[in-house]
């Protein structure tokens, strides 16, 4: 079964994941850390359809990220539970096979979700500590030069061209208070802008209110390559299903926007 295709930068390659499963195996429902199948990453020559095996393991390689600058370079990564994983993000260089990890996973802060900033050179991410329940958004050269990370907890996931302003999905992994206590909630699109030496106020850019009722349903929030506008996805209008629909907002004036109030969360009345 092939999954996951990918294009390198200048077009000539496709890469895909190749899994040896079991009839009836389902990797969007059963997670692929507990029953790992062979999983293969294969480069497909796109003129004469030539496919090269690269690396192949007993953990499932996922989140195939191709540069979007670099036709060489992309990366992968070993997907599983945070207590049975390894390393997360790998560095592949698809013309001479080369592998290596890429912000080498060390104490509690834990790698979830990453994605290829617009120089494609440069990796941003989320990670977390769950002991601490602290969230942070940080990026790295993919040969682990430049790193930063910065603790942003407003989202569950994260995407920026190059850290000046990064768009989260208002869905935070970790929200404190007392049991029994109300949460608040934040069903938006919301925008970050970096301000010399932090985040600024979380801006509100609009209402998903999307259930996250399985991957489909994550809004996945991404700002467009001309950083004009938002694409994000929701399941609003069906709200029990994991099928969403496309929707686009132009980000406009920051300035214009409303800021969030992280302690009341967002009304719903009016949307």
Same mark, same amino acid.
């Given at each position: ?18 899994? #040896? ?29 030539? @496919? ?35 390393? =997360? ?8 096979? $080369? ?5 080498? $996973?060390?104490? $509690?802060?834990?790698?979830?979700? @990453?994605?290829?900033?617009?120089? +494609? ?12 329940? #602290? ?7 993919? #040969? ?24 989260? #999905? +208002? ?23 970096? $301000?010399? @030496? ?17 991957? =489909? ?10 950083? !004009? ?7 609003? =209008? &069906? ?12 980000? +406009?004036?920051? !300035? @214009? ?9 967002? &009304?719903?009345?009016?949307?």
């Amino acid at each position: 079964m092939g999954t996951k295709l990918n294009v390198s930068a200048d077009g000539r390659y496709v890469v895909a994941v190749l899994l #040896d499963v079991p009839k009836g195996y389902d990797p969007l429902n059963l997670h692929p850390c507990y029953t790992p199948p062979l999983t293969r990453l294969a480069r497909i020559d796109v003129a004469d359809g030539d @496919e090269e095996v690269l690396p192949e393991d007993r953990r499932f390689i996922g989140h195939l990220n191709t540069s979007p600058a670099r036709a060489e370079l992309m990366t992968c990564t070993h997907e599983g539970h945070i207590s049975v994983d390894d390393q =997360r993000i790998h560095g592949l260089n698809m013309l001479t096979g $080369e592998i290596w990890v890429i912000r080498p $996973e060390r104490g $509690e802060y834990r790698l979830v979700a @990453e994605h290829w900033f617009a120089d +494609g050179e440069t990796l941003g991410f989320r990670c977390h500590n769950r002991a601490d329940a #602290d969230t942070r958004f940080g990026s790295i050269r993919f #040969d682990n030069t430049g790193h930063v990370e910065t603790v942003l907890p407003y989202s569950r996931h994260f995407h920026s061209l190059d850290s000046s302003l990064v768009v989260g #999905d +208002g869905a935070p992994v970790f929200q404190s208070g007392n049991p029994g206590t109300r949460l608040v909630t934040w069903p938006c699109i919301l925008l970050h802008p970096w $301000e010399g @030496e932090g985040w600024g106020q979380p801006q509100i850019l609009a209402y998903h209110g999307s259930s996250f009722n399985g991957q =489909r349903a994550h809004p996945h929030a991404h700002i467009t390559p001309d950083g !004009r506008n938002v694409l994000f996805t929701t399941n609003r =209008r &069906s709200y029990k299903s994991e099928y969403s629909n496309i929707h686009m907002v132009p980000i +406009g004036d920051l !300035r @214009e926007l409303p800021a969030l109030d992280v302690e009341k969360g967002v &009304s719903l009345r009016g949307i």
